[in-house]
């Protein structure tokens, strides 16, 4: 997909960007606020100064991604991939990173074990 194609779904009101295929794109500067990117790929995206404050990043892959000035607070990313420069990068601007073993889980149904 590229930036117009983007701006155009954006601007009618679309949030679900899941799966999109956003590699190597030039995001600088965009508004992605509470956008659903679930399972997107942002390989090689420059996305400088780009607004992503309360965006689904869940399993999106972000190698190589240039994220320099991005504005992530209240994103999710669970699941996704972030090298660790970019993680230590991000960390140092305030966005903080949950391990996934320090989450509550479920506990077992145990009428399943009978």
Do not use: W, Y
Request: aromatic share 4%; hydrophobic share 35%.
């Amino acid at each position: 997909m590229n930036r117009s194609e983007l701006r155009k779904r954006r601007a009618s009101g679309e949030h679900d960007l899941r799966g999109v295929d956003l590699s190597g794109a030039d995001l600088r500067g965009f508004d992605l606020r509470g956008a659903d990117l679930r399972g997107a790929d942002l390989t090689e995206a420059d996305l400088h100064s780009t607004d992503l404050r309360g965006a689904v990043l869940a399993q999106s892959s972000f190698d190589g991604a240039r994220l320099t000035g991005a504005r992530m607070d209240a994103s999710t990313c669970e699941r996704s991939g972030f090298s660790p420069d970019q993680v230590e990068a991000l960390r140092r601007r305030g966005v903080e990173f949950i391990p996934l073993e320090t989450l509550a889980r479920p506990e077992p149904d145990r009428a399943l074990d009978s």
